[in-house]
């Protein structure tokens, strides 16, 4: 409970302007939620999910505020299926099937607006840039730009793969596809790598070690410790923090990898650590 507990929910807030960003709406929204009731004033938000997996939007009908009149919240996402749209998806969990309370009956002013890669500018010098990731359904990160400072996000999402054989021995071993396979891989990846170049802060995806990601969890979406240090380095972040923990994970357990990667040795100048619950990182 330390590390993880709740599924992922980010707030972004900024220290001169009255703005909120909400990046996901898992578990943690609900946490915010009460904890933005406290602050006695009408909430005002963007809502941006970085897709709608469930861990990623399960919080949705626990926000308290999307029951107060005077909320406003926009939410920002991709659609995978065009006849499935955010509000369906989203505002759906909302219906007598799953919850007592319908979405028509909610207070609050909530507006659904669908994301593809593109850069939003939203005002007040605040600006967001989204880009695809490697995930089984469409997923964005997120790049927020403001007054110098950059902060992205990067989950859920895997290193991308050669497609094609490279086992030369193997009977359908193409030499042409193998070699192409690979440089698609190796871009796409620095596409990644470029998107968040310079970030003061990334939040990236970090579910699996190298081991357990090469033994049982390649194709699953999800990236692995290793990778993500150097990946970072690379881009020359400055800090990293380690999200989207194995949900059978225990304290003691990432306290131990907190010994064996938080260093130099495996991230160079970049500062990194393991996300952990409620925690505020300034920039
Ligand atoms: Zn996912
Ligand atoms: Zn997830």
Redesign the pocket.
């Known amino acids: 409970m330390r590390y993880g507990g709740n599924t992922p929910c980010i707030e972004v807030s900024f220290p001169d302007i009255n703005r909120l960003i909400i990046i996901d709406a898992g578990s943690g929204l609900r946490e915010l939620g009460n904890e933005l009731m406290t602050r006695g004033q009408p909430v005002e938000a963007h809502l941006f999910l970085?897709?709608t997996?469930w861990?990623?939007i399960m919080g949705f009908p626990f926000f308290v505020p999307a029951y107060v009149p005077g909320t406003h919240i926009r939410v920002y996402g991709p659609v995978t299926y065009e006849e499935d749209t955010l509000e369906k998806v989203v505002g759906g969990q909302m219906t007598y099937r799953y919850f007592p309370i319908r979405e028509a009956e909610l207070a609050a002013n909530i507006q659904y607006f669908s994301l593809k890669e593109e850069v939003m500018d939203l005002g007040d010098g605040i600006i967001i840039k989204t880009k695809y990731l490697n995930?089984?359904?469409l997923?964005l990160g997120y790049r927020i730009e403001y007054q110098g400072k950059v902060f992205c996000t990067a989950?859920?999402t895997e290193i991308f793969r050669n497609v094609f054989i490279t086992d030369p021995e193997h009977p359908d071993y193409d030499a042409e596809m193998a070699t192409e396979g690979e440089q698609v891989a190796a871009e796409q990846n620095g596409m990644i790598e470029k998107f968040y170049q310079d970030a003061d802060l990334l939040v990236h995806d970090s579910q699996y070690t190298q081991e357990e990601y090469e033994q049982k969890f390649t194709g699953w979406?999800?990236g692995y410790i290793e990778y993500v240090c150097a990946a970072a380095q690379r881009s020359q972040v400055k800090k990293l923090a380690l999200f989207h923990h194995d949900p059978l994970r225990t304290d003691e357990q990432i306290d131990g990898f907190k010994e064996k990667y938080c260093n130099e040795e495996y991230c160079g100048d970049t500062e990194t650590f393991f996300a952990k619950e409620g925690m505020i990182v300034e920039l």
């Open positions: 970085t897709h997996h861990d990623h995930h089984p359904v997923c989950y859920d979406g999800h």
